[in-house]
């Protein structure tokens, strides 16, 4: 650390935190705020993709009471559903990254120009999120909700699919065989062994300007 910012700290604590004479403060507290926006930003995403996807699932099942639901609707809902789940899933991790480099950057100017890192503080005391007895991550838990709509709509393209090709009678052995599978994979992540994105990301192709 150099001499100048020793200096600036020594000032905020002898003018006992004033705002008025320390815009790096200002800055700090503007630019938290939009970890707050983030943060409104993704409930209102998970409450869009609980809607669409609850929705789905009672349309569905009011079909099959009446008795409207064929095979072919049932592949292509279990189809679209996987993929609104992984594109859930997709979003719950973009706005997580999102907050992880916006509470960087608070680290940074923190680091420079105030007297302490709160936020880097508080995530050291809980451990990097990394011992569940000491907290467990927001997103480790909210990232659920696609995990269980994604087994459930594949659930329905394995009957859908089986219905059409009159191969019904697979329908326990496969179905088995796809819990089997989320549940490995339900395991390895919630253990931090895998996810699904961490493989493909050197593989995504965002777009350029």
Same mark, same amino acid.
């Given at each position: 650390?150099?001499?100048?910012?020793?200096? $600036?700290?020594?000032?905020?604590?002898?003018?006992?935190?004033?705002?008025?004479?320390?815009?790096?403060? &200002?800055?700090?507290?503007?630019?938290?705020? *939009?970890? #707050?926006?983030?943060?409104?930003?993704?409930?209102?995403?998970?409450?869009?993709? @609980?809607? %669409?996807? #609850?929705?789905?699932?009672?349309?569905? !099942? =009011?079909?099959?009471?009446? +008795?409207?639901?064929?095979?072919?609707?049932?592949? %292509?809902? +279990?189809?679209?559903?996987?993929?609104?789940?992984? %594109?859930?899933? =997709?979003?719950?991790?973009?706005?997580?990254?999102?907050?992880?480099?916006?509470? $960087?950057? #608070?680290?940074?100017?923190?680091? &420079?120009?105030? /007297?302490?890192?709160?936020?880097?503080?508080?995530?050291? @005391?809980?451990?990097?999120?990394?011992? /569940?007895?000491?907290?467990?991550?927001?997103?480790?838990? &909210?990232?659920?909700? /696609?995990?269980?709509?994604?087994?459930?709509? !594949?659930?329905?393209?394995? =009957?859908? !699919?089986?219905?059409?090709?009159?191969?019904?009678?697979?329908? *326990? /052995? %496969?179905?088995?065989?796809?819990?089997?599978?989320?549940?490995?994979?339900?395991?390895?992540?919630?253990? !931090?062994?895998? *996810?699904?994105?961490?493989?493909?990301?050197?593989?995504?192709?965002?777009?350029?300007?």
């Amino acid at each position: 650390m150099t001499e100048d910012n020793e200096d $600036r700290r020594s000032n905020q604590v002898d003018n006992g935190g004033d705002n008025n004479q320390n815009p790096a403060l &200002e800055q700090w507290k503007f630019y938290g705020q *939009t970890t #707050l926006d983030v943060s409104n930003r993704r409930l209102k995403n998970n409450r869009f993709y @609980q809607k %669409l996807v #609850l929705g789905t699932f009672a349309g569905v !099942g =009011a079909g099959v009471k009446l +008795g409207v639901v064929t095979s072919i609707v049932l592949l %292509l809902v +279990g189809i679209v559903g996987v993929a609104l789940s992984i %594109l859930w899933m =997709a979003h719950i991790i973009s706005y997580k990254q999102l907050n992880s480099g916006k509470y $960087r950057v #608070l680290s940074e100017i923190a680091k &420079e120009d105030l /007297p302490m890192e709160p936020f880097q503080e508080e995530w050291d @005391q809980l451990k990097r999120g990394r011992d /569940p007895e000491e907290y467990i991550t927001h997103t480790s838990v &909210e990232i659920w909700w /696609p995990r269980v709509t994604l087994w459930v709509f !594949g659930l329905m393209i394995i =009957a859908g !699919g089986l219905q059409k090709i009159n191969a019904i009678d697979l329908l *326990t /052995p %496969l179905s088995l065989i796809w819990s089997g599978v989320m549940a490995v994979y339900g395991l390895a992540a919630f253990r !931090g062994r895998w *996810t699904p994105f961490d493989s493909i990301g050197p593989y995504w192709k965002q777009r350029k300007k």
